[in-house]
């Protein structure tokens, strides 16, 4: 029903600047919200940014004032400013989406999906 693709990890240097982009296609279901996910090695995925389908948005508290996540609704993409980048952010990046069934034969049921993630390298 749905498919996440991520795009624009690559290398930085500590105190740069990288761009991530999730588009999102398929057919039959409605966003409730899309949010970016990261992973460093040894560690647990956590959340980092999220966005409503109403424009809300939530981070996590490190990285607030950092990165900011936006959306394109025409192209059904979801971007992730990240600025001043730490080398400790140095992770595998899950675009994540939440929606719910447009189809008939299950309108309305609740779906998660998952990119296959992009890698964001931080150097110091």
């Known amino acids: 029903q749905m498919q996440l693709v991520e795009s624009g990890g690559g290398l930085a240097q500590a105190g740069g600047s990288l761009r991530l982009s999730c588009a999102a296609s398929g057919r039959g279901f409605s966003i409730n919200a899309m949010g970016w996910y990261r992973q460093a090695p040894g560690k647990q995925r956590e959340l980092v940014a999220v966005?409503?389908?109403?424009?809300?948005?939530n981070y996590a508290d490190s990285v607030k004032g950092r990165f900011t996540i936006s959306r394109d609704n025409a192209k059904n993409t979801v971007y992730l400013q990240m600025n001043s980048l730490k080398p400790e952010e140095t992770a595998v990046y899950y675009c994540?989406?939440?929606?719910?069934?447009?189809?008939?034969?299950?309108?309305?049921?609740?779906?998660?999906?998952w990119g296959q993630g992009t890698q964001v390298t931080v150097s110091s």
């Open positions: 966005i409503t389908n109403g424009g809300s948005t």
């Open positions: 994540n989406a939440d929606t719910r069934s447009l189809r008939y034969s299950n309108y309305g049921s609740a779906m998660e999906y």
